[in-house]
């Protein structure tokens, strides 16, 4: 079985400066990761997705995140934070054992500061 | 496109209470599905249903009943609602039931059982 464990429970970041959330997965077959960002009080929005192409994914509004097959990592980067970026954001692995299920990790708070 | 969307959005039920939580999607996608997010828990897959007609259990589906009314209309009912099922549901659709296929989620129903 497939499993993901996003390694801060809470991230804080100044205005202007990297952004690093980290996420690791486990999966017997060939997984695809994603993740997803939800601000407060919406819905999930997806930023990215990884599916056996290219290993650095780029998404929506600057970030992009590196499939690390030897680390089993899928971590989420974006050089410079805004403060519109502060949301809960969720790392998410399936595989082909899984089929339709999205195994959730339990998420990681960003908070910016100006 | 409104994409999908839920009713209703807040909801405050006493325990043994029924209610049924309504979700759309206007995208012709053929797969529906219900998550539970709870917090520090990330979301959880309840029911859901790989096209029209058919309905599966997933993680977390006691307590909780669905029905693909047609291909737009996925809806879950409590049908004796218990402290336990206080939580925040979220509807999502995709094109298919496929491990690297994106799940596009309503806006949330907030549920509190008293």
């Known amino acids: 079985a497939q499993s993901v464990t996003q390694l801060d429970s809470h991230v804080s970041v100044s205005e202007g400066t990297p952004v690093l959330l980290r996420c690791n997965y486990s999966s017997s077959y060939s997984p695809s990761l994603f993740w997803y960002v939800q601000h407060p009080n919406k819905g999930l929005q997806l930023l990215l997705k990884y599916t056996s192409a290219a290993t650095l994914v780029k998404g929506i509004n600057g970030f992009e995140a590196e499939f690390k097959k030897s680390e089993t990592s899928f971590h989420l980067t974006k050089p410079s934070a805004h403060m519109s970026d502060a949301a809960e954001y969720f790392c998410v692995v399936s595989d082909l054992n899984s089929g339709y299920a999205l195994n959730f990790g339990k998420g990681t708070s960003l908070l910016v500061t100006p | 496109n409104a994409g999908v969307t839920q009713t209703p959005k807040f909801q405050v039920l006493k325990t043994g209470q029924s209610m049924t939580l309504q979700c759309a999607q206007d995208m012709n996608h053929n797969s529906m599905y219900w998550y539970r997010q709870d917090p520090g828990m990330g979301l959880r897959l309840i029911y859901y249903s790989a096209s029209e007609g058919t309905t599966d259990k997933g993680e977390v589906p006691n307590g909780y009943n669905v029905s693909r009314l047609n291909k737009r209309e996925f809806s879950l009912r409590l049908e004796s609602a218990a402290p336990s099922q206080t939580s925040v549901y979220f509807c999502?659709?995709?094109?298919?039931?496929?491990?690297?296929?994106?799940?596009?989620f309503g806006p949330g129903t907030r549920l509190t059982v008293l």
């Open positions: 999502a659709s995709s094109a298919w039931t496929g491990f690297d296929n994106e799940q596009f």
